[in-house]
């Protein structure tokens, strides 16, 4: 349900979601950037010899694995946000993503150092991962909690907005290194470029947390310390099992989302459509653009007309952004880009279910019970669909389309469940009656 007595942002509002958004910008960046330049990577860390689709394949692999990470990294950093704050974990995660980007527009390929440059490849990406983990739930929290009563939904959605638009600097990276380079000189050299800009991207992004201030939340349950509990993820196991289904559902849906518009498509616009890279990774931009967009006002709907509507409108029209855009690259209607804004735009269920999530659970396991289902979901489902989906592609151009379509049903199911949610702007004020 909306609620009529919402309270405007103020000034400091807009400030504190600003520098969260623009630090998990730079975040997201680090760890997306390996995705856009896949098929160059595939090309320097595998053996020569081996067929190209195989080659991408084990790319995407180790790029999975990142996804497949996050759990661990993020239940342990999770539970030192529910415990010693949520601003703490925040320059933590950046440190974590930084220090490995950096590392691997240094590293050497497999024609210096053989097989061992893949697994030092992985091993980066897998701290990577554990970094994401952390990330992605403590900012939902930390900006639900200082959110004004009735604007959590904008408020989160942009948030969501500052999070893909890591998306969009990756995208554009890449499409500016692909037409200043030749594909010969990205492979000697050009590949590390935007690794390197990594390392001051993310120092920038510790920086720029030092401004921001602990949830009022957080600081009103310190002061409750015996109403906190000493392990926040079990408590979410005991006394919250029955969000664990829907949260962990609503992240299979907002991940198809982001997997099928932001790294999927991208690859098989080259490797399916025959398209250049630099008119590949315009493309992704345009989408990635409307994505931010759609996630604002995704998030304004809910506060409109509330949760539960708006992820019945914005389920219904995910497979229908995905089908308009792979039906213009089928038939060749000459309108990729319209048709990639279009899908961003209806790719609003990214700014839809973070306010869903942050309601499931009550503020002292907050952070816990999210990073527990979407970690786990996530990683697994954003690790598996990439795979499968480009190896279902030369089956049938649709599959992207007909994916989304059942992850469609899966957001129905949810909005028709008992989905309870609480409002994160009144738990302070429930810790200081206690």
């Not at 739930?137 to 969501?160: I, K």
Request: hydrophobic share 50%; net charge positive; glycine share 10%.
């Amino acid at each position: 349900m909306t609620d009529s007595r919402s309270t405007p942002l103020t000034r400091a509002d807009y400030q504190t979601l600003g520098l969260a958004a623009l630090g998990g910008a730079l975040e997201i960046y680090d760890f997306i950037v390996f995705a856009f330049f896949a098929t160059t990577l595939s090309k320097l860390f595998f053996p020569p010899d081996m067929p190209e689709w195989l080659r991408l394949l084990q790319t995407f692999g180790i790029f999975a694995t990142g996804y497949l990470a996050r759990p661990l990294g993020g239940i342990l950093m999770a539970h030192f946000a529910d415990v010693l704050g949520r601003k703490k974990v925040f320059s933590l995660t950046i440190l974590m993503m930084a220090g490995p980007c950096l590392l691997i527009g240094l590293m050497p390929t497999y024609a210096d150092i053989g097989m061992l440059a893949p697994l030092l490849l992985l091993s980066l990406r897998i701290l990577q991962g554990a970094a994401v983990g952390g990330e992605v739930p403590s900012a939902w929290s930390f900006v639900a909690e200082h959110a004004p009563r009735g604007r959590r939904g904008y408020a989160l959605g942009v948030l969501q907005a500052g999070l893909t638009f890591g998306y969009l600097l990756g995208a554009l990276t890449a499409t500016l290194l692909a037409r200043v380079f030749t594909p010969q000189e990205m492979l000697d050299y050009g590949w590390r470029i935007p690794f390197l800009l990594g390392g001051p991207f993310g120092l920038f992004g510790v920086w720029l947390r030092r401004w921001l201030s602990e949830t009022p939340v957080f600081l009103a349950m310190r002061e409750r310390q015996q109403k906190q509990a000493p392990y926040p993820l079990l408590d979410v196991l005991r006394r919250h099992r029955r969000a664990l289904l829907p949260a962990t559902m609503l992240t299979c849906v907002l991940t198809s989302a982001v997997v099928v518009l932001v790294v999927v498509t991208p690859t098989l616009l080259q490797q399916r459509f025959g398209m250049h890279a630099d008119r590949a990774f315009a493309l992704s931009s345009v989408g990635i653009v409307f994505l931010n967009i759609g996630c604002v006002i995704a998030g304004h709907v809910c506060d409109r007309i509330g949760q539960r509507r708006s992820l019945v409108l914005y389920s219904l029209l995910l497979p229908v952004g995905i089908a308009a855009l792979y039906a213009d690259l089928i038939a060749d209607w000459g309108w990729p880009g319209l048709a990639y804004a279009f899908a961003g735009l209806c790719c609003g269920i990214v700014g839809v279910v973070p306010s869903i999530m942050v309601g499931l659970f009550p503020a002292d396991v907050r952070v816990s019970g999210i990073s527990f289902t979407y970690n786990i979901a996530y990683s697994l489902w954003a690790s598996a669909t990439p795979l499968l989906l480009i190896a279902a592609m030369p089956k049938s151009p649709w599959v992207c389309a007909f994916y989304c379509a059942l992850m469609a049903l899966a957001g129905l199911a949810c909005a028709r469940g008992p989905l309870r949610t609480r409002e994160p702007s009144l738990d302070k004020a429930l810790y200081q009656q206690v």
